[in-house]
């Protein structure tokens, strides 16, 4: 049973640099291409394609596979995609002079290769060789680290439309010859491509590093930079077991934090939206609301409802921005406070904690959790939403690196259980608590007044 016309398998196996692989012989860009061709042609739909490991003839890629034929090509380039759509995924023809048949030697190869892969495996082994995974996981601040430097220098914008590297280093005042070293190592991860001597941004690069670009996330992208410094003080803060402070420029630091936090909350904002509903919703208190991002799609979705955010001075001002250019002043009001301390005011029907309980310890939650208990109106609903731990607090990885995020970034935060959350719900009085499982990696934990 074939539930699609054609099933393509494109091999897409990375292997350590220097070892022959489809990938390095050009297998994303088939990828890339077929994924566009077929959507151009509108068969998006009748054809399935798959990526998979390797298929044993390396020496041979970039390899595919169509079925239900069993149709086998070799050494298929970009330039080669829209024939084999045409021709095959349309016309149902193969592309003979890509074709590889002959059988016996392919199956040669790929017992070779087995041979060979499971002979050097085993050697690796025998040496106590540090397996592939362990050593890129080890390394792979290397790239990161390459990208944030590049945008605190913003030498994609200093790429612009092509230049030198003499030109980009006078242009971001750093020195020419180490510019050239980062820049070459931005290519070997393509970032930027080059042209003679004129580096050039990739398309990615353009879209969103790129001072003026439409998708422009830089600034929010020099929040993780910025976290970055605090992860280096990590091994010090496990001995100490709270962050471990380290200088900064406050306001840079405010504003790159909140457009970091706008860059998650933008995308997210609706699905919380369409959660939690805005049925019985006419008062929001959204605590630390931060770019105002959930008031800002609560308030879009319901002209009738009206916010207000309690936010650090610092940050209000910032917010006011976002509020206004989002055109809601008028059901957004602003308040500038510290929630661990100032009266949260009462009768209101929702109140919001998106990404703030991972900043304090159990004792400062429950406590929040207690004071927007006796906020809430009548069948009123506490909203928490973050990166929810298991039961073990083993994963998912994203909610256990993100405990550690909070370690070198906060005094007592951590990334918490749904085990948690709801004792500390019932605690301060919600009578029902559920989960509600959002895309990504954050999830909402609602309680509500009976
Ligand atoms: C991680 S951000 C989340 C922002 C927003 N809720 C979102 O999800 O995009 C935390 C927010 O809480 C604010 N904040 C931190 N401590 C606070 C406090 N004691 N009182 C009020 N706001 C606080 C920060 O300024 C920031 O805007
Ligand atoms: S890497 Fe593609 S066939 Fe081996």
Known sequence: MEPFRFHVFVCTQQKPEGVTSCPAQGSFGVLDKLDRELQSRSLINDVQ??????????????????????????????????????THLRGGAPVARLVWNDAAAMKAMSVEHGEKFRASMAARDKAGTLPDRLDQMIRSFQPSRCILTALELDLFTAVGDGASAEEIGSE???????????????????LLTKEGNRYRNTAESARFFVQGAKDNQRNGLLHTANIWHRWSTLTEAVRRGTCVPIERDQTEWTGNFIAGMQRNAKARAPL????????????????????GAYSIAFAQAEP??????????EVVPLTSEYVEKAG????????????????????????MLNAICHMFSEEQNCELFRRARKALAPRGRLAVQDFIL????????????????MLVGTQ???SYSEAEYTAWMKAAGFSKVSRINLPGPSDLIVGRVE
């Open 328 to 351: 809601v002043s008028h059901q957004i009001a602003l308040r500038p406070g510290d929630m661990l301390r100032d009266n949260f005011g009462s009768g209101y029907d929702l109140i």
């Open 272 to 291: 919380v939206v369409k959660s939690l509903g805005t049925a019985g919703i006419r008062r929001i208190l959204d605590l630390g609301g931060g770019s």
């Open 390 to 405: 298991n039961d073990e607090k083993t994963g998912p990885q994203h909610a256990a690196l993100f405990s550690l995020n």
């Open 172 to 190: 971001i005042h750093a020195n020419a010859r180490a510019v050239a070293m980062l820049l070459n190592a931005l290519i070997s991860i393509a």
């Open 412 to 414: 007592a935060g951590a």
């Open 304 to 313: 009738n409802l009206h916010c207000e955010i309690l936010d650090l001075p």
């Open 49 to 86: 394609l798959t990526t998979c490991g390797c298929l044993g003839l390396c020496d041979e890629g970039p390899v595919m596979v169509v079925y239900p034929e069993g149709v086998w090509y070799r050494r298929v380039q970009p330039s080669d995609v829209a024939e084999i759509v045409d």
